[in-house]
């Protein structure tokens, strides 16, 4: 496995998509060989008459999995190596609740797996001024609740930890 010391946050920059469709943008538009991207995160929104708006609704914020962890992503030049790159389905507007809440528990997931803090998550704007707009969130916000969270994390697992003796 690779020796991950960063994740990178992006956006779609479309107001549809899927794991599926940024690999064939990425293939087709970009000429490489798969998606940039380890894990895209969707909106439920998808391309018109490709899938019930029930459907679509339901599946909003599920995490879908692109390039395989084990190889190295296309999403922040000069900081592709050892680095893992999730994107959100967004364009305009603000993102789903329940796509940010997934956002939070895979960046966390991912912390705890590869031993890192907050401080080794960046939005894609932080590393190329030309994506000012990328991913579109306020990363130090961010960063302040994921560190909010693993305390509260390790503060249940301390409590279950003592409360084994």
């Not at 549809?16 to 538009?29: A, K, L, T, V």
């Not at 998808?46 to 899938?51: F, G, L, S, T, V």
């Not at 390039?67 to 389905?89: M, V, Y």
């Not at 579109?136 to 409590?159: C, P, T």
Request: with cysteine.
């Amino acid at each position: 496995m690779r020796k991950i010391r960063r994740i990178f946050i992006h956006h779609s920059a479309s107001d549809w998509g899927s794991s599926w469709e940024i690999d064939n943008w990425h293939r087709f538009d970009n000429g490489w060989d798969e998606i940039g991207y380890h894990f895209v995160i969707v909106n439920g929104a998808y391309k018109p008459n490709q899938i019930g708006t029930k459907l679509a609704k339901f599946l909003s914020g599920q995490i879908e999995c692109g390039r395989p962890l084990d190889k190295t992503p296309s999403q922040a030049r000069g900081f592709n190596k050892g680095s893992i790159g999730i994107c959100l389905i967004h364009k305009d507007g603000e993102y789903k609740d329940r796509q940010l809440r997934s956002l939070k528990a895979l960046v966390l997931k991912l912390m705890d797996e590869f031993n890192l803090d907050e401080t080794a998550v960046f939005g894609h704007y932080e590393v190329d001024t030309k994506k000012k707009e990328c991913p579109g969130i306020d990363m130090d916000k961010f960063r302040n609740e994921l560190y909010l969270a693993r305390r509260l994390i390790h503060q249940f697992k301390k409590r279950e930890t003592e409360g084994e003796k």
